[in-house]
């Protein structure tokens, strides 16, 4: 198991954060020498290097030789070499897609986000002792001569021994319009709530909204106590009627929750629907615009929860990314049971707002890199710092990972890069950061040697690009044109990718090693029925000696 080294740097003095809402619990060498010493101090937060464009004539250009040859694929190397994003917990891509393929079909690539893949699985990245995060940096070589996969793993607190919380104050906002009337959509929605309703604390409250050509409150804020069987009975009465007029819900929704809204206690809305919104304003920015006093004064952040095998993906997730808030998809009970009585205190209380990642790549080891997938969520490198541009909303126990494919410059060795992550905490707003390093000592293991979590992170990642391209991964060799921040789809696969026969696997030799959750298992059988679906092609990616093996 490889040792994880943290460092912490603080720009302001730490304080208190949220605590836990339940759910159902009741440059060169020179620059970096600097770095390292104002690391050091404690309440200072890391200098990271920003290295320039490099010159001419130093190597950093492809030669004509290696456009030639293929090697460098007929791009330049970077402009800089800093990767800045915002942080991103969402999971709907991946689920929607596990849908889709079940029913036959291969998923849209469009809808098709690899970092919402990489993160639906658990990584067991140590925990930091109080707020904030963790950063840990790893990886390893791919089968592609000169490519390795770098992670970034970032990770939150979860909740103390005893699992102490402030009260929450959630407004419902569920899509009773006719398209809801399909089996798995508003009779899940209605279980999930049902099952959420008696697992929730008695200081708890609850307000229900629904919409479909318009929308009604059913439910005024009401503390939960001896009140459950209203919110049963409102519940019960949901029945599928006409339009989708997700903005009316969304407004009347915020409208409730800022009436409702409970000093002291995690207020928040939770959007259930399938986001086919056909009546009234049908733009995510539109629809935001409706209510962005409420997001920006109350602070009021969104939850959205994907449901339908027809479902409007693009919407959800841009609602939430510019609601300050994180998207999931359920496609039957034992998913929504999952989202409602584990994953939904992670989704509403914060130990983090405005989270942003940026990753300073060493020119004199690094050649080129790319950040897979976070294409939605580029920051400028230059806002990395700056606290009034909107980053991720994190909540306790979360962990975010972020894969780079790294293409490292022959013979050479050190400092390969430095990964920060910077955050307002969600009480007082003050600034924090934390930092690690990563040598080029740590990715000369091959991928088949890493630990569990980086070999799963790299068959989802795979896994998403395959069918992101709308082809099975390893039908040609090498990634798409670099860029220091995102990359787009180019119709390239990543270094090193492997046929989707062997991904599957992969996968499953991953779900059977030792005692692992049943997500693997289901990451094998959905890349598996997408083997099927293009046709089960079994062409090579990547080259080298022991071609996509990635073993678990």
């Known amino acids: 198991m490889r040792t994880w080294k943290v460092r912490r740097g603080l720009l302001a003095a730490a304080v208190a954060g949220g605590l836990l809402l339940t759910g159902c619990g009741g440059g060169g060498n020179t620059d970096r020498a600097s770095d390292n010493s104002q690391r050091e101090r404690r309440g200072t937060a890391p ?29 330049a190397p970077p402009p800089d070499y800093l990767s800045t994003f915002a942080l991103d917990v969402d999971t709907a891509s991946y689920g929607f897609a596990r849908r889709t393929l079940a029913e036959g079909r291969l998923p849209d690539p469009a809808t ?42 970032l990770a939150t607190r979860g909740d103390g021994a005893d699992g102490e919380r402030p009260p929450a104050a959630l407004t419902f906002v569920i899509d009773v319009s006719g398209s809801m009337a399909e089996p798995g959509r508003l009779d899940l929605v209605k279980e999930s709530l049902g099952i959420m309703t008696d697992k929730l604390r008695d200081d708890d409250s609850v ?84 209510i962005s006093d409420a997001r920006s004064e109350h602070g009021i952040t969104l939850f959205g929860v994907g449901v339908g095998s027809d479902y409007g993906d693009a919407l959800m997730e841009r ?30 209380e914060l130990r983090a707002r405005d989270a942003k990642a940026q990753v300073a790549f060493d020119p004199k080891t690094v050649k080129q890199f790319r950040l897979i997938g976070y294409d939605n969520r580029a920051v400028a490198d230059d806002d990395f710092r700056d606290d009034t541009v909107d980053g991720g909303e994190v909540g306790p126990g979360h962990t975010v990972t ?66 992101r391209q709308g082809a099975p991964s390893g039908t040609t060799s090498g990634p798409e044109p670099m860029s220091t921040s995102t990359a787009s789809p180019s119709g390239q696969p990543l270094p090193g990718a492997p046929p989707l026969a062997e991904l599957a696997r992969n996968a499953e030799e991953l779900s059977s090693d030792g005692d692992r959750d049943k997500a693997l298992s289901d990451l094998a059988t959905a890349v598996r029925q997408a083997d099927r679906l293009t046709g089960g092609y079994e062409g090579g990616g990547g080259g080298g000696e022991d071609e996509g093996e990635i073993k678990g």
């Not at 990642?461 to 069918?467: M, P, Q, R, T, V």
């Open 319 to 348: 609602l939430a990314d510019k609601g300050d808030g994180h998207t999931t998809y359920v496609s039957d009970s034992e998913e929504a049971r999952k989202v409602f009585c584990e994953q939904l205190p992670a989704n509403i």
């Open 402 to 467: 972020a894969l780079y494919a790294v293409r490292m410059r022959p013979a050479t060795s050190g400092h390969v890069a430095t990964a920060s992550v910077r955050w307002l905490d969600p009480g007082n707003r003050a600034p924090h950061e934390e930092s690690n390093e990563i040598e080029s000592g740590d990715l000369e293991g091959g991928l088949r040697d890493a630990d569990h979590g980086l070999r799963t992170a790299a068959v989802a990642a795979y896994f998403a690009d395959a069918l």
């Open 207 to 290: 307000a229900l909204v629904t919409f479909s050509d318009s929308a009604e409150k059913i439910l005024p804020m009401t503390r939960l106590g001896d009140h459950r069987g209203k919110v049963h009975s409102a519940v019960d009465a949901m029945e599928p009627t006409q339009s989708t007029n997700v903005e009316a819900g969304i407004r009347t929704g915020y409208d409730t929750a800022v009436g409702g809204r409970r000093d002291g206690a995690t207020n928040r809305v939770v959007l259930l629907s399938d986001a086919l919104a056909n009546t009234g304003e049908t733009s995510a920015d539109g629809i935001l615009e409706r």
């Open 47 to 75: 200098v990271l290097p920003a290295p320039g464009p490099a010159s001419p004539g130093t190597g950093d250009a492809a030669t004509p030789d290696e456009r030639q040859d293929g090697k460098d694929r007929g791009f």
């Open 112 to 153: 098709v986000r690899p970092e919402e893949f990489v993160n639906s699985f658990r990584q067991d990245y140590p925990r930091p002792g109080g707020d904030g995060f963790s950063v840990n940096v790893d990886g390893a070589r791919t089968d592609e001569e000169g490519w390795s996969l770098l992670r970034v793993g």
